[in-house]
């Protein structure tokens, strides 16, 4: 042996760190094996996981493509004929594109809204100190445990004096303010894990307050910011009890109560006709949830590790 090489039979001098390599490759086989038996159970119980939650929407969309005497006929399979009339039938005759509309206005002011009052609130809460801070902070918190029942009544005696019953406004407020108690929650809780030496950096720098808020502190939020948007504009978007309690016209329902109403006006339910309305009512879900999920999914762990 000489230096870190060894001498082999065929007189060839082999580096020791080449030899270990090729002794240790049957151990990392076995290793890789094990793993693979292992985490065999494990993939194949998410892949089932995943079906189950997947399938139905895959069921729905399919059979919104398929006529009313063939959905029963073939309910499970692919359609024969892929029939787009049951898109336009729900858009006009339904009235869907009507209802779309109206929650697209009254779910993106809710979620403008919470986001305008929200964050400088909890950024207050988070790198200020002020005298009744904590008690407002409190407030937000055991807002959260409060039923919406309790409050449906109240709210509709309080919107009709005010005259915003049937109303966009009549909505967009009390989903702005159902919102608000977990946005500012959530927001203050991921502001206050920012490093403190941001805003003394900052601070040197000549910033305000209201400068480190906007330039520093509400770019570093963007997966708060994502969490909020993307919850609010799911419990807005699919609230219903509130869009039937609150509206009389079809000028401003929204989704829910719509999908109601089309549901009932065909007398006998029309399936095909009713998943293709529901298609059109999930497909701005899955388009927001796309858009943000790296985002989304990042404020979630962050909210976690916190």
């Known amino acids: 042996m000489k230096g870190d090489e060894l001498m082999v039979d065929t007189g060839v001098a082999v580096p020791a760190a080449g030899l270990a390599t090729a002794a240790n490759e049957p151990a990392?086989?076995?290793?890789?094996?094990?793993?693979?038996?292992?985490?065999?159970?494990?993939?194949?119980?998410?892949?089932?996981?995943?079906?189950?939650?997947?399938?139905?929407?895959?069921?729905?969309?399919?059979?919104?493509?398929?006529?009313?005497?063939?959905?029963?006929?073939?309910?499970w399979g692919l359609p024969s004929n892929w029939?787009?009339?049951?898109?336009?039938?729900?858009?006009?005759?339904?009235?869907?594109?009507r209802y779309l509309l109206n929650s697209v206005i009254v779910t993106g002011f809710s979620v403008l809204l919470v986001l305008v009052l929200s964050l400088p609130?909890?950024?207050?809460?988070?790198?200020?100190?002020?005298?009744?801070?904590?008690?407002?902070?409190g407030l937000f918190i055991i807002t959260l445990f409060m039923p919406l029942q309790l409050l449906i009544i109240p709210m509709y005696e309080l919107e009709a004096n005010l005259g915003i019953i049937n109303t966009y406004w009549g909505l967009i407020l009390p989903?702005?303010?159902?919102?608000?108690?977990?946005?500012?929650?959530?927001?203050?809780?991921?502001?206050?894990?920012?490093?403190a030496e941001l805003d003394e950096?900052?601070?040197?720098?000549?910033?305000?307050?209201?400068?480190?808020?906007v330039w520093i502190c509400l770019p570093l939020s963007r997966p708060a910011i994502?969490?909020?948007?993307?919850?609010?504009?799911?419990?807005?978007?699919?609230?219903?009890?509130?869009?039937?309690?609150?509206?009389?016209?079809?000028?401003?329902?929204?989704?829910?109560?719509?999908?109601l109403n089309f549901?009932?006006?065909?007398?006998?339910?029309?399936?095909?006709?009713?998943?293709?309305?529901?298609?059109?009512?999930?497909?701005?879900?899955?388009?927001?949830?796309l858009l943000t999920q790296k985002q989304f999914i990042s404020g979630l762990v962050e909210g976690a590790v916190k």
């Open 83 to 97: 029939d787009f009339q049951n898109f336009f039938d729900a858009w006009s005759v339904g009235n869907i594109g």
């Open 121 to 137: 609130l909890s950024f207050a809460l988070a790198r200020t100190r002020f005298i009744g801070g904590k008690v407002i902070f």
């Open 201 to 213: 950096a900052a601070r040197l720098d000549g910033c305000n307050l209201g400068q480190i808020f």
């Open 226 to 259: 994502a969490t909020i948007v993307i919850l609010t504009f799911l419990n807005t978007w699919n609230e219903f009890i509130l869009a039937l309690t609150l509206t009389q016209s079809d000028s401003v329902r929204t989704i829910p109560v719509g999908l």
């Open 28 to 75: 990392r086989k076995t290793r890789r094996k094990r793993r693979f038996i292992f985490g065999m159970p494990r993939a194949v119980a998410l892949i089932l996981l995943c079906a189950l939650f997947v399938y139905p929407l895959v069921w729905m969309v399919l059979g919104a493509f398929k006529t009313q005497s063939t959905f029963f006929a073939n309910l």
């Open 175 to 195: 989903y702005a303010a159902g919102a608000l108690p977990f946005s500012v929650v959530f927001a203050t809780s991921f502001f206050q894990g920012l490093p």
């Open 263 to 289: 549901s009932q006006q065909m007398g006998q339910t029309n399936y095909p006709q009713l998943f293709a309305a529901l298609t059109m009512a999930t497909t701005p879900i899955f388009v927001v949830f």
